[in-house]
């Protein structure tokens, strides 16, 4: 498997799962500044620091055997399947339904959706709307978002539970390409919950991080069209202690 990280929250019961591999090349990858969680208490001060070195490729994988024996020694209700991108992973179907009938977890995929996954024992997919203008999506990720646009519809339509997110990044996918991600959403369904996370400056791009003044302007904006609209400013405090497991 493309498994290479996993940490948990033992008073929630939540484990992340962080996949190796991507189908797109994003300019702002937090991938090319922080290889590792960026909630643990080691690496959350970092990813805001201008001057820290991108991270290495991870020196071992984990396979199907060695994820359940892990997870075994957990307490396990939800596991966060993440990355890059965990669809491109050939295993992860067999990993999801050994979840389901091992711990009864309630399983989240975190996707670019750029391959539609086998949903069978997937509980809920948070999708990442990158950008909706096609030039601008070729531009963040080296590739055309059409197959993206047509796979966030047939999510919807399995009646698989649905989240959207997306990242702001001051005069580059800002409140105008917000606006046009957010009227995409609405019309395939106002109520799918629509999150818009800040910009954290990352190697030699030009952008800024945005202001929470911006934040609130966005998030003002999709609301305009779309019923559930939050937002994360990268100030928050966790909820809940997360540990590093490998």
């Known amino acids: 498997m493309n498994i290479y990280h996993i940490t948990h929250s033992p008073r929630v019961g939540i484990v992340h ?6 189908n797109l090349n994003c300019r702002a990858c937090l991938l090319k500044k922080e290889l590792y969680d960026c909630h643990l208490a080691e690496t959350k001060e970092g990813i805001f ?8 490729a991870p020196e071992r994988f984990l396979d199907l055997k060695e994820v359940m024996r892990i997870l075994g020694k957990l307490e396990v209700k939800q596991v966060v399947l993440m990355g890059a991108e965990p669809a491109t992973d050939h295993q992860l179907p067999q990993l999801v339904k050994a979840l389901h009938e091992e711990f009864g977890s309630y399983n989240i995929l975190l996707t670019n959706g750029f391959i539609f996954a086998d949903l069978s024992h ?3 997919v948070v999708f990442s709307l990158k ?3 096609d030039e601008l999506h070729r531009h963040y990720t080296g ?12 999510y919807h339509q399995s009646g698989v539970k649905l989240r959207a997110e997306s990242v702001f990044i001051p005069d580059y996918i800002d409140c105008v ?3 046009r991600i957010s009227m995409f959403i609405a019309h395939v369904d106002s109520g799918v919950p629509y999150r818009i996370d800040a910009y954290i400056p990352i190697g030699d791009n030009p952008w800024r991080r945005p202001t929470p003044e911006e934040m609130g302007k966005a998030v003002s904006i999709a609301r305009k069209h779309l019923d559930n609209v939050s937002c ?5 405090e966790l909820k809940f ?3 590093r497991v490998i």
């Open 17 to 22: 799962l962080h996949f190796w591999g991507c």
């Open 49 to 56: 620091n201008p001057t820290r070195e991108g991270s290495r």
């Open 122 to 124: 997937i509980d809920e």
């Open 131 to 133: 950008a909706y203008t």
């Open 143 to 154: 590739k055309s978002n059409k197959k993206a646009l047509e796979n966030f519809i047939r």
């Open 177 to 179: 390409e917000i606006e």
């Open 232 to 236: 994360l400013t990268g100030t928050e």
């Open 241 to 243: 202690e997360v540990l």
